[in-house]
């Protein structure tokens, strides 16, 4: 049974979860934001602005949507939508577990491959969802988010058509049979967070620097070939297929920029959540990342230099807490030559 109006508790309204649960609550659904105090009071004070690429602008006044900042709020929910970096998702989870009622389905929108699967452990017995947010959302202070990367949300069918609860204007969601495929194709997309926060740049214009997509383009192979390995068939997030893309990657900059203007539209402004992660000074999902690489090779017996070199890299500048490292390619070729992993 579809509930028409669904309590909807957005667990870890940040970047992605203000951008969604606000065209959510832009369009009549009942949402109710849990968030940190510093976020909270931003939305209570300017409402949120949602814009994207396509010149999107859509206001939800602060009375439009519920700000708490109380997990107790999980009590009332039918519907949680799990926003929180993959470092958090345990924290989150037995929140929800202690809070939410056992009917309130759960859906993860979250990158990695193994956050459902961990609020499955952690929430027996209840309907949780994988999901997979392909775009981008950039946050511009003041209660604004901007989505600067186009693209469908997809999450795991089941019961109860929640695809449709969450396709509302602005906001598409699709239901997939296969989400685990459609979250590996968006895990290789991934891998190049950490690439983008290293060089300090914005994607577009980092992956105008040949040298920077021919790096992005061995670590996706090195990659590719562990995950097939284990017998994992990625979708591709893109309409070329995760096989072709470091091939696509390694094209000269003006065939590169033609094509990939075809396949993905990205806002200059545009910078991976990692880069935020790194520049706010916080933990980073490299662990979800490139460390899934590196344990599932080590498993599988194939070396994955290029991943592991990058994992240091990124938990260096993390400890070294001085914001983005601004890199360039030829030094993490540099550290590939040179450390323990080559
Ligand atoms: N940003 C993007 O463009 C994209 C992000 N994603 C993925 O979506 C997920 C969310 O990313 P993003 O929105 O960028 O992350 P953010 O860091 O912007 O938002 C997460 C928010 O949750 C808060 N939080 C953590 N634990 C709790 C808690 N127990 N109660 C209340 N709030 C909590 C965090 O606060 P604090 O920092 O203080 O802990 C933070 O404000 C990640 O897996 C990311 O990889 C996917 C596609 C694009
Ligand atoms: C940029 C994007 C959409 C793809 O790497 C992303 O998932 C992120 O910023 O975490």
């Known amino acids: 049974m579809v509930n028409s109006d669904p309590h909807i508790v957005v667990a870890g309204a940040g970047s992605i979860g203000c951008f969604v649960g606000g065209l959510l609550a832009a369009s009549g659904r009942n949402v109710t934001l849990l968030a940190r105090p510093r976020i909270a009071a931003e939305i209570r004070a300017h409402g949120l602005t949602l814009t994207d690429l396509d010149g999107m602008a859509v206001r939800v006044s602060a009375d439009a949507i519920g700000i708490s900042t109380d997990p107790a709020i999980l009590a009332g929910a039918?519907?949680?939508?799990?926003?929180?970096?993959?470092?958090?998702t345990d924290a989150i989870g037995a929140v929800i577990n202690t809070h939410a009622p056992r009917s309130a389905q759960v859906i993860s929108l979250q990158n990695g491959v193994s956050n459902g699967t961990a609020l499955r452990s952690l929430l027996p017995a209840r309907d949780v969802r994988?999901?997979?947010?392909?775009?981008?959302?950039?946050p511009m202070g003041q209660g604004c988010y901007h989505r600067a990367v186009e693209g469908d949300i997809v999450i795991e069918a089941g019961p109860g058509a929640l695809g449709s609860v969450l396709a509302v204007p602005g906001l598409a969601c699709l239901e997939s049979r296969e989400i685990e495929n459609v979250q590996w194709g968006k895990f290789l997309m991934n891998l190049n967070n950490a690439l983008n926060a290293l060089s300090g740049l914005p994607i577009k214009a980092q992956l105008k620097d040949r040298e920077w997509r021919k790096l992005m383009a061995d670590q996706w192979a090195e990659a590719l070939r562990v995950i097939h390995r284990n017998g994992i068939r990625p979708v591709s997030s893109t309409p070329v297929s995760v096989s072709v893309i470091p091939w696509v990657l390694r094209l000269p900059t003006g065939v590169f920029t033609r094509v990939a203007s075809a396949m993905l539209?990205?806002?200059?402004?545009?910078?991976?959540?990692?880069?935020?992660?790194?520049?706010?000074?916080?933990?980073t999902e490299i662990a979800a990342l490139q460390g899934v690489v590196v344990e599932m090779g080590r498993m599988s017996g194939i070396a994955t230099p290029i991943n592991a070199m990058v994992m240091d890299v990124v938990n260096t500048a993390e400890l070294a807490g001085e914001g983005l490292p601004n890199l360039t390619p030829n030094a993490l070729r540099r550290e590939l030559a040179e450390g323990p992993q080559a």
């Not at 039918?78 to 958090?88: C, E, F, G, I, Q």
């Not at 402004?269 to 790194?278: E, F, G, H, I």
């Open 78 to 88: 039918d519907m949680v939508l799990v926003t929180v970096k993959s470092r958090d």
């Open 130 to 138: 994988a999901g997979m947010v392909p775009f981008n959302v950039v």
């Open 265 to 283: 539209k990205i806002d200059p402004q545009a910078r991976t959540s990692m880069s935020y992660d790194l520049m706010e000074r916080r933990p």
